[in-house]
């Protein structure tokens, strides 16, 4: 499984994103979620959806601001960030997982960075 971000960048506040997750090696039976870190700061995990039933979840500080979706025509999973706040400067990263929840998330990609300014 191999896994590829893209789409991060410099915004303002207020503005928005859409980051790619490309996934190779694997079909959509597995999760995809995204995790953020910040410096100094605990990795957080933001949303999974579910490559299966496409049922998605969010984190508290996410919900109402990004969805996260599936094209599994092109094994891309897409994470939208709209209103960002200068807090959701991190690198983001998306990982796999046989579920979103009860089971690991084995394999990540590189991560991309997203910077916020107010």
């Known amino acids: 499984v191999q896994l590829v971000e893209s789409g991060g960048g410099l915004v303002q506040a207020g503005g928005s994103l859409r980051l790619s997750c490309a996934a190779s090696g694997f079909y959509f039976e597995y999760a995809i979620g995204w995790f953020r870190q910040a410096p100094g700061r605990e990795r957080e995990g933001i949303s999974c959806?579910?490559?299966?039933?496409?049922?998605?979840t969010y984190g508290d500080s996410v919900k109402g601001r990004f969805t996260i979706s599936i094209n599994n025509e092109k094994n891309t999973v897409y994470l939208q960030m709209n209103s960002l706040k200068p807090e959701d400067t991190a690198i983001y990263y998306c990982?796999?997982?046989?579920?979103?929840?009860?089971?690991?998330?084995?394999?990540w990609g590189q991560g991309t960075q997203v910077t916020v300014s107010s």
């Open positions: 959806i579910s490559g299966s039933d496409d049922v998605a």
């Open positions: 990982a796999a997982a046989t579920s979103c929840r009860g089971s690991p998330f084995g394999s």
